[in-house]
Structure formats: C-alpha cells, structure tokens
T-cell receptor, first 112, second 113 residues
Framework: DGGITQSPKYLFRKEGQNVTLSCEQN?????MYWYRQDPGQGLRLIYY???????QKGDIAEGYSVSREKKESFPLTVTSAQKNPTAFYLC???????????FGQGTRLTVV | EDKVVQSPLSLVVHEGDTVTLNCSYE??????LLWYKQEKKAPTFLFML????IEKKSGRLSSILDKKELSSILNITATQTGDSAIYLC?????????????FGAGTTVTVRA
C-alpha cells in the first residue's frame, strides 16, 4: 500500500547525543516536510524539501539537520544543539504544487 | 508574522450534539485553508477551501470559508464517539514556489457516549 513510514515510533535519547528519525514514502511525491508537535502549539515546520538534493529551513530549524538524497527518503537528525528536543515529530509529503499533505504516524522522541 | 488561531482549544460534547469549530487567520497572500483530523498519530486530510462562501461536505462534516472575515468553520453534526480527535486548521500562502502550511494549535473534541 502507498503511504509514509516513519521509524522508530518511540525513541529515547541521552542528552548530548544526535539521533536520526527516518521518513520514507512510496507515493512518488516530490515534496516532503518535517513538523514538530508540542501540546497546545499545533504543528511547527522544521525543514522541507521540494525536490531531491534541495531543502529549506522552516520556522524552527535550529538544532536540526536533514538530507534529501533520494526522492523517497527525508531523514531528520536531531542534534545535541537542539535545547528541547522532547516532542512528537511528524513527517509529511505532497505532490509538487499540491498543498494536501499526507502524514506519517509520527515518532515520539524523549530525552532522558 | 503569519497567524492561525483556532477556537475553542477544547470542548466536550455528548453523542448526537452538533459541534462548530473556528479557525481565523492572518497571512499575507492567502491561497487555501485546510482542515485535518488527528485521532492518535497521523493527521488525516478533511477539506481544502480556496473560494469564499462555498461549503464543502463529507457525510456529517462540513466546512466553509469566509475570506472577508479571514476565517473558516468546521461543523460536525450528530456527533459520534469516533469523532473524538484533535482538529487542525492550516493555511497555505501563494506568491512563491514554496508549498508549506502554517498550522493552528488545534481543537481537541471529546464526544462522550
């Protein structure tokens, strides 16, 4: 079935460690997005990519990095520079020029 | 700075009640407004609205956009426990080739049996 797969579902990180969240889609969508969701704050855009080998910072990119080497994949690295990384992370994709985004099931990251 | 404000933040109703959710926005170069339902993990798409005054319907859910008032409402009639979810409003802007959404904080709806 077509869709977006995020892994892992739950992730625990020690302070000072970098971690990478996976996002894969087989919808043949050009655009991919990473959002962070905190209670009471809705979804905030971290990074997005409209095409392979190109990506742009969103509203809260500090402490995060991404790559887009393949159309299907858009991994997000949460670096040690991110001061408050505990959150629910959602990956999404859409056809180029179509804002109807499809979401993955999310990864809940907890810093311990 | 773009703003998308949803109200109320949460509400509790009983099965069979009608619910009205509000979304107001302040964005430059508005293009479209989208509604999503988030039950547990992944938000799922409900409606995309681009033209003012045209209602979109899907079963017991309906939504309408008012560009003059810079707002939209989402109605749910004859609510069921399966309607319990966070309802998210998002706005898209035109003017660039970037297609990214600005989301509101969401409204948490709880439907009691």
């Amino acid at each position: 079935d077509g869709g977006i797969t995020q892994s892992p579902k739950y992730l625990f990180r020690k302070e000072g460690q970098n971690v990478t969240l996976s996002c894969e889609q087989n919808l043949n969508h050009d655009a991919m997005y990473w959002y962070r969701q905190d209670p009471g704050q809705g979804l905030r855009l971290i990074y997005y990519s409209q095409i392979v080998n190109d990506f742009q910072k969103g509203d809260i990119a500090e402490g995060y990095s991404v790559s887009r080497e393949k159309k299907e994949s858009f991994p997000l690295t949460v670096t040690s520079a991110q001061k408050n990384p505990t959150a629910f992370y959602l990956c999404a994709s859409s056809r180029h020029g179509n804002t109807e985004a499809f979401f993955g099931q999310g990864t809940r990251l907890t810093v311990v | 700075e773009d703003k998308v404000v949803q109200s109320p933040l949460s509400l509790v109703v009983h099965e069979g009640d009608t619910v009205t959710l509000n979304c107001s926005y302040e964005v430059t170069n508005f293009r479209s407004l989208l509604w999503y339902k988030q039950e547990k993990k992944a938000p799922t798409f409900l409606f995309m609205l681009t033209s003012s005054g045209i209602e979109k319907k899907s079963g017991r859910l309906s939504s309408i956009l008012d560009k003059k008032e810079l707002s939209s409402i989402l109605n749910i009639t004859a609510t069921q426990t399966g309607d319990s979810a966070i309802y998210l409003c998002a706005v898209d802007k035109k003017g660039s080739n970037d297609y990214k959404l600005s989301f509101g904080a969401g409204t948490t709806v709880t439907v009691r049996a």
